[in-house]
Each structure stands twice: as C-alpha cells, then as structure tokens.
C-alpha cells in the first residue's frame, strides 16, 4: 500500500553557530501558520537544541524514539503554531547498530504521512549520522553566514553531499548577513564555484538579515517570527516559506518517510556487530 508522502526539507550548515536549529524552528512555524500541518525533527542526535529553544524538556525524546522505547506519537510536543516536535537529547547518543528492526517496520513512515512538511534540524558538519538524514530528504537547505570559517566549511559539506548525491536539490540561504550586497555577494560567489568545481547548481534562497529581535527571541525561548512578526528576519522568513509552499510537491512512495530512511542507509554502512 502507498503512504503518502510528506515534503522533507533537511536544514543543515557545515559549521555549528551559523543559526540552523533557529531557523528550522521559525521556518516551521511560519509553514504551520500558513496552513500546513508540520512535524520538526531534531536530528542533531546527543546535542539537541530545539527542545532548549522552545524551552522544554520532553519527557521522550526522538532517540528514545529510533530505539523503540516509545513511540513517535509519545514523543511529540506541541510547539508554536501547533507544530509537532520530536525533540533531541542533548547528553546521549541513538547508537543506530540497535536499531535495525524499527527502521523496517512502517510506523514511522505512517507517522510521518500524516503532515505536509517534515523539517529535519540536522547536526552540522559531514559527519555519517548528519549525512544519513540529509540524504534521506527530498530537498536541502544549506545554511552559511559570511564568516570565513562558515563558507569554507559549507563548501566542503556540499561537495560531499554532491558526491554522494549528484542529482540533489540543494538550496542555499545566507543567514546573519548585514545588507542584502554581502549576501548577494557570497551567492553569487558560491554559485561560481560550485560551477566552476563541481559542475553543480545551487538554488540561491536569498537572505535572513542580521537582527537582533532573533537575539532577543532566543533569549526567551520562543520563535522570533512570533516575538515581532514586523522584524526584518521574521519577514525574510515569511518569503523563504512561502516559496517553499510555491515549489514541488512530495510524492507517493511505498514505504519510506525520512527516519526510515536515514536509519536503513545507517544500518546498512554500519551493520550489527560491526562496533
């Protein structure tokens, strides 16, 4: 039988402090307010920070989740605009090797059928278990900022990711940016390069700029787009949602769902018995 399929979006960055975790949250907020039934994922499994973001402590979280302990409907917390949230532990790690039954089951995939979006706060870096979920989604967004160490680190991150997966929709947005020149400025930079080493392309999804109503929303644990609605970052945000709901559609696949999915593509490079 076909499960629907939800849209999976990854969002990931190759650097940690480049805002990731806040903007999955406030991506999927916006997306929730504007119609659509979303489930956040905090896949930066051991190191969780939406939990903290939204300023809860779960009493399930999602690696209690991925090793059978209790289910995903457990799990979830209702976040703002009544997003579901699978929240991460933030002092242990989901060791996958134990895993492997669950992810051939369908209850995650069925889980993950009853929302139109699926937003996965990945770790950062190019580590496997960041990799695993990435490329188990639909569509990427890739986070940099105009730090030295950001571009270098997220060029490195898109290549592995192309290497593993030419055909991928890779997205990128510039976070942190002080005008619209510097960001217009590193996209157009990135776009060469990319070009020029990797025969690739990337969609430019344009900018958040610098703002201190984030600083102030983190500060009190809730959703900047919510905190001031007016502020330019909650505005840039409403944009970046919208042309995501302008964009493709998921399809209907047989089985699946991205947790499925990141665990089998982790259990069949790191199989039981293997640690």
Known sequence: MAISKPRTLAVTSGKGGVGKSCIALNLSAVLARLGQRVLLIDADLGLGNIGI???VSPEYTVEDVLQGRCSAEQAVVEGPEGIAVLAAASD???????IGELAERGELAEFEAGFDFVIVDTGAGIAAKVVDFVLAADEVLLLVTPEPTSIADCYATLKVLLHKRPEMHLKLLVNMAES????ADLQEKFREIVQRFLG???????YIPLDRYVREAVKRQIAFVLADPPSPAAEALVQLA???LAGRSGDLIQ??????QALRQRIAADPPGSI
């Not at 690739?200 to 344009?206: T, V």
């Open 200 to 206: 690739a392309e990337i969609d430019n999804r344009g």
């Open 180 to 183: 619209a020149g510097e960001a």
């Open 92 to 98: 242990r790690e989901a060791r996958f090797w134990e």
């Open 255 to 260: 089985g699946g769902g991205i947790l499925s």
């Open 53 to 55: 973001l939204l300023g």
């Open 242 to 244: 919208n042309q995501f």
